[in-house]
């Protein structure tokens, strides 16, 4: 794994001149290493090479949402390496916070939610061909239920002798109650952005504006339900109820339980993660917020 300063060499390696005076860690994910540089400058470094390879269709689409969506994406500057690999991205840094339930002022929320809602309903009207000129991969809804089939099968191998009997037996029966319901795939498959977890969306706090939408890696061409499930957990059933009160795309009648099972199986990937890290931290997180979910049924 890169340190931070490793980082900061390989800047001055690939992008001599750009003179880095002062740099920080921000927003440490799974996937990327992030620096703040000069106070003005986001710059990414993937931490494997199937991140490399996201980074690169993340390169690829985000010029083409910058027009259409009524909110800040980034605009990569800096870009190494070749069209479909790319390891590092800087871009300038988007004013504004991560959302977080806790310190934002309620009187604010509405007007928030009100803009979240609007630009989704931008992103999932994007044209789903243009997406795919971009690279985004995806395709119908039985290309998307084969994929979370084939999760499922991998979560049964890796996580489920983890698990004391009744946990098993009750995990199996949310997925295949999900994967046997012939509606939970009747959806119109729409570009989403598929991690929109509120450290994603950022706003200013002292007004409640919404100023952008970071980290496109995991886009995709799939549920629009699964961009709802991330503000559902992070903040609130109520919240993402304001934005969906905006949202200008049809809804089936199962959305919210959709919205329900996409956000009880983050911990899954948490899991998943741990183990291809050997990280033992974020097995023991992710087993203790998937018994929450299977007590909470």
């Known amino acids: 794994m890169l340190s931070d300063e490793e980082c900061v060499r390989e800047l001055a390696e690939r992008f001599p001149e750009l003179a880095v005076?002062?740099?920080?860690?921000?927003?440490?994910?799974?996937d990327s290493v992030t620096l703040l540089v000069n106070d003005e400058w986001i710059f990414r470094f993937a931490r494997r090479p199937d991140v490399a390879v996201r980074l690169a269709r993340e390169a690829r689409l985000l010029p083409a949402l910058a027009e259409p969506l009524p909110i800040g994406v980034p605009r990569f500057e800096y870009v190494s390496e070749a069209e479909?690999?790319?390891?590092?991205?800087?871009y300038g840094a988007i004013s504004g916070q991560g959302l977080d339930v806790a310190s934002l002022r309620r009187d604010l929320m509405p007007a928030l939610a009100h803009e979240l809602g609007a630009a989704l309903t931008a992103l999932h009207s994007f044209p789903v061909e243009r997406a795919r000129e971009r690279g985004v991969l995806g395709g119908d809804a039985a290309d998307w239920r084969d994929e979370y089939a084939a999760f499922y099968a991998e979560i049964q191998q890796h996580i489920f002798p983890l698990f004391e009997p009744e946990e098993r037996e009750q995990a199996a029966a949310k997925w295949d109650e999900y994967l046997g319901n012939a509606m939970n795939f009747a959806f119109t498959p729409a570009l989403i952005h598929r991690d929109l977890g509120p450290e994603h969306i950022l706003c200013d706090p002292e007004t409640g504006r919404l100023t952008g939408i970071i980290d496109w890696g995991d886009a995709w061409i799939g549920d629009p339900a699964i961009d709802f499930a991330g503000i559902w957990h992070g903040m609130g059933r109520a919240f993402a109820e304001q934005t969906l009160a905006t949202y200008r795309r049809p809804v089936e009648a199962n959305f919210w339980q959709r919205v329900a099972f996409y956000a009880a199986i983050g911990p899954y990937y948490e899991i998943r993660f741990g183990q291809y890290e050997g990280d033992t931290g974020h097995i023991a997180h992710g087993l203790e917020e998937l018994r929450k979910t299977l007590r909470a049924r």
Request: a positive charge.
């Open 84 to 90: 479909e690999v790319v390891w590092l991205v800087g």
């Open 21 to 30: 005076r002062q740099w920080r860690p921000v927003q440490q994910g799974w």
